[in-house]
């Protein structure tokens, strides 16, 4: 026979409410007759609990004397003086997990200030503008060619296959230009 619900609530230094949730959800097995086995208990809810969660330990009571055959008892409990060894492992998870989750609500606000674009749009921009430049200057020399032609007195054709020449190169030249967005 263990504990009642309250009793058990008590023990652990939770409300009720706590306990009938954690039995509820199988976090602490209760006996057939509806009570809890409290070291049963209390070993299920330190290995199922969030150390996040954990309450913190209750603070120490004023000094008494305690004669030193009492203090090396071998019956009394062992003090646990230390986290378990996951404790620093979610402590860092969970580090991490709020850096991350503070990286994209900035993100997310510079978005809808639009400070940041998306890359691939910046990309797409930037070609199609190159494209279009690099278009407008392929076809200059066929619509200019024949009135610079006829202003210094030259073949028509000569001057249009001289100004694709020499646009045609400096376009190459434009070519090798990367944009980087980084």
Do not use: C
Request: aromatic residues 4%.
């Amino acid at each position: 026979m263990g504990l009642s619900i309250r009793a058990y609530a008590r023990h652990r230094g939770v409300s009720h409410v706590s306990v009938l949730r954690a039995a509820k959800a199988g976090r602490i097995p209760q006996e057939p007759d509806g009570t809890i086995d409290p070291a049963k208990a209390d070993a299920a809810w330190d290995a199922q609990t969030d150390p996040a969660r954990k309450a913190p330990p209750p603070a120490p009571e004023k000094a008494t004397l305690i004669p030193p055959a009492i203090q090396a008892s071998p019956s009394l409990p062992p003090q646990r003086d230390s986290l378990p060894s996951t404790g620093a492992n979610f402590t860092q998870a969970r580090t991490a997990h709020e850096v991350a989750k503070a990286q994209k609500a900035r993100i997310q606000v510079q978005r809808l200030k639009d400070e940041v674009i998306d890359r691939a749009n910046a990309l797409a921009l930037v070609f199609k503008l190159a494209r279009q430049e690099r278009d407008a200057w392929v076809g200059w020399p066929a619509r200019v060619a024949g009135l610079m032609a006829a202003e210094i007195g030259i073949d028509p054709h000569v001057m249009q296959v001289l100004l694709e020449t020499h646009v045609r190169a400096h376009l190459n030249e434009l070519a090798d230009i990367k944009p980087d967005f980084r």
